[in-house]
């Protein structure tokens, strides 16, 4: 007795909803991934211009003499050890954007496939409420049948 079988219309719709919503999730994961590495370097960074800094104090507390040149030198490979750790900071920035713009892109993703699934449950409850009143309907002419029969 049981009726046509359940198939909702949009279902490849949603199966391509829900592999947007996994890539979305992948490349979420590789984006927090390249964050975490841009930290890291912000940390090394911050470590080497520290170290610099303490040769620098280092050499200005001494008391030996020390050449112009080798002051400007030292000066030039703080300076430059600065920039690096700017370029860090600014690929650190760039990171966390991309992450934050891969997180709006997941929730875009798993919105959508999300609301296909309700519908498809939704289509689910309506098709199998069909069938069980079609199947009820069935039942009743079935006892209506005998119930006539036996009268006869």
């Known amino acids: 007795m049981s009726g046509s079988a359940f198939r909702f219309r949009l279902e490849r ?20 991934s390249r964050r975490s590495s841009s930290a890291a370097e912000v940390r090394e960074a911050d470590a080497s211009l520290e170290h610099a800094h303490d040769e620098q104090r280092t050499i200005a507390a001494g ?11 030292r000066q030039a490979f703080l300076e430059r050890v600065e920039a690096q750790r700017r370029i860090r900071v600014s690929e650190l920035e760039q990171r966390d954007a991309e992450v934050a713009e891969r997180d ?9 496939h999300e609301m296909l699934n309700r519908l498809r449950e ?13 199947e009820v309907g069935v039942l009743d002419e079935i006892a209506a049948a005998r119930f006539r029969g036996s009268r006869a």
């Open 104 to 112: 709006a892109e997941l929730a875009a993703a798993a919105s959508e």
């Open 13 to 32: 719709v949603r199966a391509v909803r829900e592999r947007k919503e996994k890539l979305a999730q992948r490349d979420l994961a590789d984006a927090i």
């Open 63 to 73: 008391r030996e003499t020390v050449s112009a040149t080798d002051l400007l030198a």
């Open 122 to 134: 939704r289509h689910r409850g309506e098709h199998n409420l069909e069938v069980a009143r079609r």
